[in-house]
Nanobody, 120 residues
Framework: QVQLVESGGGLVQPGGSLTLSCAASGFSKSNYAMSWYRQAPGKERELVAAIISAGGSTNYADSVKGRFTISSDNAKKTVYLRMNALKPEDTAVYYC?????????????WGQGTQVTVSS
């Protein structure tokens, strides 16, 4: 059974930094994508950043480019999100996502979410 366990959220002042971690277990695929999404109160869930296991290609939302960095340790099946220069508008529940295709079917898994609050 696939499990995603997130950690690292919390309260931080504007301009501060946080690093989120997401450890995946229960799957053995070598080609997959891991992503971070976020959902603020009253808003839809949005993609923040994504990384592909094969090659390490990354993608970022325009709102976080230059401030956030996604990275991964494929051996540990863990993805990280380093968040710098945090703004109040970054406040949201951050969710880890694992996605892969196997035998023509798409598989999608979500973590439980971790709260990030940016406030003075």
């Amino acid at each position: 059974q696939v499990q995603l366990v997130e950690s690292g959220g919390g309260l931080v002042q504007p301009g501060g930094s946080l690093t989120l971690s997401c450890a995946a277990s229960g799957f053995s695929k070598s080609n997959y994508a891991m992503s971070w999404y976020r959902q603020a109160p009253g808003k839809e869930r949005e993609l923040v950043a994504a990384i592909i296991s094969a090659g390490g290609s990354t993608n970022y939302a325009d709102s976080v480019k230059g401030r956030f960095t996604i990275s991964s340790d494929n051996a540990k099946k863990t993805v990280y999100l380093r968040m710098n220069a945090l703004k109040p508008e970054d406040t949201a529940v951050y969710y880890c996502n694992l996605a892969y295709i196997f035998l023509g079917s798409h598989y999608d898994y979500w973590g439980q979410g971790t709260q990030v609050t940016v406030s003075s």
